[in-house]
């Protein structure tokens, strides 16, 4: 695999008035070139802090503590404004959450594609550029491109907003797409069509694509590889067959075990022991709902291991999770 991205030992913490508060620990992960990769876990486990830090996005105060953030070689974290400006949109680009807070509610959308599209390129002309967007909707399946483009962000659908962020975030052909829960309070039938256009777009472009989600049947769908992210930690991460089939880290069996079944009955209970908050101690953040815990988790914080090929596990148990 040839890597496009390579993120090691990134901490992350916000600084508030009630004191520090650590996101993301210790993350690490590797993006091919033209790979789907995929960052699951529960609401606050850090995934989003981890890649909005790819593109240096964030509060005043969050704050990188250590690592770094390598693409095509170059630390991300080390760039001046000017080269990371240069770098965001053109090699990175990123689909957001919230597609009504991220479009600017005064300005029709097809205005400011023309503005971005002349920001990255001061010798398009206005008239070009106009043709470009009304390209660029016809290309992620917006029926009605010119109605679209005089619309205002509120007069769309979500899904219409949806399909506007993807065709914002190719318009400069990037090298790497990062889409963080790109379906979120859409319907099931318009998260398919968005999903199948993004796997699409990916294909036909080559580009890589870090899919951000807590839903791991679009996972199974959309991904190659995974990272499953719990308390600011990387605790398990391999192929996507490897995680399903053979999940290592007692976290990534919970998630599994709350999918619901075709057939409904009674889901298998994982999380058996009472929730603590050990959010400021060196320890597994699962530790304090793991059913598997034994001594060794509540005194030291486990190291990450290999169980076979590129399929790691950061717990104390490693090949043992699999068969407890």
């Known amino acids: 695999m040839e890597e496009l991205l390579k993120v090691n030992h990134l ?4 600084f508030t008035d009630l004191g520090e508060s650590r996101a993301v620990k210790d993350a690490s992960f590797v993006i091919g070139k033209g790979e789907v990769f995929g960052i699951v876990g529960e609401s606050g486990s850090g995934k989003s802090v981890a890649t ?3 593109l240096r996005l964030g509060p005043k105060n969050m704050k ?6 390598l693409f095509k070689d170059k630390d991300i974290l080390k760039l001046s404004m000017r080269e990371l400006q240069n770098l965001r949109g053109s090699e990175i680009s990123m689909v957001f959450q ?5 479009l600017n509610p005064v300005y029709p959308v097809g205005k400011k594609m023309v503005e971005l599209l002349r920001l990255h390129n001061r010798n398009l002309s206005k008239t070009d550029a106009k043709k470009q967007v009304i390209s660029l ?7 009605d491109p010119e109605r679209c483009f005089k619309s205002y962000p509120h007069e769309l659908s979500g899904g219409m907003r949806q399909r506007i ?6 318009c400069c052909n990037p090298d790497l797409m990062i889409a963080d829960e790109p379906t ?3 319907d099931v039938t318009i998260q398919a069509q968005i999903l199948h256009l993004l796997r699409d777009i990916q294909r036909e472009r080559g580009m890589s694509l870090i899919l951000i989600t807590h839903d791991l049947g679009v996972v199974a769908q959309m991904c190659s590889r995974v990272a499953v992210m719990c308390g600011g930690y990387v605790v398990e991460q391999g192929n996507v067959r490897d995680i399903f089939h053979n999940p290592a880290h007692p976290y990534t069996q919970a998630l599994i075990a709350s999918m619901p079944r075709v057939g409904g009955g009674r889901m298998e209970q994982y999380l058996e022991r009472s929730m603590t908050d050990n ?18 988790c509540a005194d030291t914080l486990p190291t990450m291991k290999t169980i076979e090929g590129n399929h790691c596990s950061f717990c104390h148990l490693g090949k043992e999770a699999l068969h407890v």
Do not use: W
Request: with cysteine; hydrophobic share 45%; charged share 25%.
């Open 279 to 296: 959010r400021d101690q060196e320890i597994c953040p699962f530790y304090g709902r793991c059913r598997h815990a034994i001594d060794a």
């Open 64 to 69: 990188v503590k250590s690592g770094e953030i």
């Open 137 to 143: 909707f016809e290309s992620v399946g917006i029926v």
């Open 11 to 14: 901490e992350v913490s916000f």
């Open 52 to 54: 909005k830090n790819i």
């Open 165 to 170: 962020m993807i065709a914002m975030a190719i």
């Open 184 to 186: 979120t309070a859409l």
């Open 98 to 102: 919230d597609s009504l807070s991220a």
